[in-house]
Nanobody
Framework: HVQLVESGGGSVQAGGTLTLSCSAT????????AAWFRQAPGKEREAVAA????????YYADSVKGRFTISQDNAKRTVWPQMNSLKPEDTAMYYC?????????????????WGQGTQVTVS
């Protein structure tokens, strides 16, 4: 049984930094790509960043490029984005997700496993 659990969400002032974490049980992220999505109220869930460690490829949405950094520790089965220079428009529920190597990184339908989400609020 695969389970992804996010942590680290909270409230922060604009310009601040927050680091989220996603821990996996029953799964290792090296099997494919680990990603973070976010969904703001009334908006579609959008891809934020993904790390395909075995392929040595990382992806970032244009809106977070240069501000967010995604990393993972395969031994600990965790993946985390460090989010710097946060803006109010980054406010959303953030979700961890995992998939294999096929399919575009930014399409939610390609992801097999999802966490329950952690809220990030920037004011």
């Amino acid at each position: 049984h695969v389970q992804l659990v996010e942590s680290g969400g909270g409230s922060v002032q604009a310009g601040g930094t927050l680091t989220l974490s996603c821990s996996a049980t029953g799964y290792t992220f090296s099997r494919g790509c680990a990603a973070w999505f976010r969904q703001a109220p009334g908006k579609e869930r959008e891809a934020v960043a993904a790390d395909c460690r075995r392929l040595e490829i990382t992806y970032y949405a244009d809106s977070v490029k240069g501000r967010f950094t995604i990393s993972q520790d395969n031994a600990k089965r965790t993946v985390w984005p460090q989010m710097n220079s946060l803006k109010p428009e980054d406010t959303a529920m953030y979700y961890c997700a995992a998939k294999g190597f096929s399919g575009p990184w930014n399409e939610r339908g390609n992801y097999n496993y999802w966490g329950q989400g952690t809220q990030v609020t920037v004011s």
